[in-house]
């Protein structure tokens, strides 16, 4: 409906209305103004979406990484406490090595000349074999190196000797036995090592001590 204003005109003393219309409103402006009004919750909500999405991915990766962290470091606990179960005693077991040195020499120096100096030297013995099984049971084991080829993982070459009848790079003789406890090396062997009869034709070949 158009509105009408009452404008009152003077002429000549006379007056006299006139009805002027005045400017309606437009009905699409509104229109597109509820449109927008509707559109921007929307428009809001999606976005909310989209970052609520996001940031879920990245806590779920997040949470993955931590439990995968988390299954490494008890792994690596688990090892670790492996490893101090399996050489808890080997301080005290390489010490004992050293006693078992002494009553291996004894026996191999030792000369009976008498019944009482045998019963000596089978007392040893006996004691020696006791060590050694308590070692055993503490999986420790001797390195086998007589007539084995020269290995600077195991063996420590102390000197080497020209030998005709072992090939060069050969354990002839040992000093000091070495033993293993478990899958770790506790003690190397000391050794000598054959090298090449000089004979003016082949060359002598030496070992690398420092290995």
């Not at 919750?41 to 991915?57: F, G, I, V, Y």
């Not at 993955?64 to 080997?90: C, G, P, V």
């Not at 390489?94 to 089978?122: C, F, K, M, W």
């Not at 060069?168 to 050794?191: C, D, S, W």
């Amino acid at each position: 409906m158009v509105n009408k204003k009452k404008i009152v005109i003077e002429d000549e003393n006379e007056e006299t209305l006139q009805d002027i219309p005045t400017t309606p409103s437009a009905p699409d402006s509104a229109a597109d103004e509820s449109a927008d009004a509707v559109a921007d919750p929307l428009k809001d909500l999606e976005e909310k979406l989209a970052a609520a999405q996001a940031e879920a991915s990245e806590s779920h990766d997040r949470l993955l990484r931590m439990a995968a962290e988390l299954d490494n470091f008890r792994k690596r606990a688990a090892r670790e406490m492996d490893d101090i179960r399996k050489y808890a005693t080997e301080s005290l077991i390489r010490q004992l090595l050293t006693v078992v040195d002494n009553l291996e020499r004894a026996i191999a120096s030792a000369t009976a000349e008498n019944e009482n100096g045998r019963s000596v030297v089978d007392g040893v013995a006996l004691t020696l074999a006791e060590i050694m099984k308590i070692l055993e049971k503490h999986h420790v084991r001797p390195i086998h190196a007589m007539g084995e080829p020269f290995d600077p993982t195991f063996h420590q070459a102390m000197c080497q000797e020209e030998s005709t009848d072992q090939p060069p790079n050969t354990v002839v003789q040992e000093f000091q036995k070495g033993y293993m406890i478990h899958e770790r090396l506790l003690r190397p062997a000391m050794v000598v090592v054959s090298k090449a009869a000089h004979n003016g034709q082949s060359a002598e070949k030496t070992v690398d001590t420092n290995a």
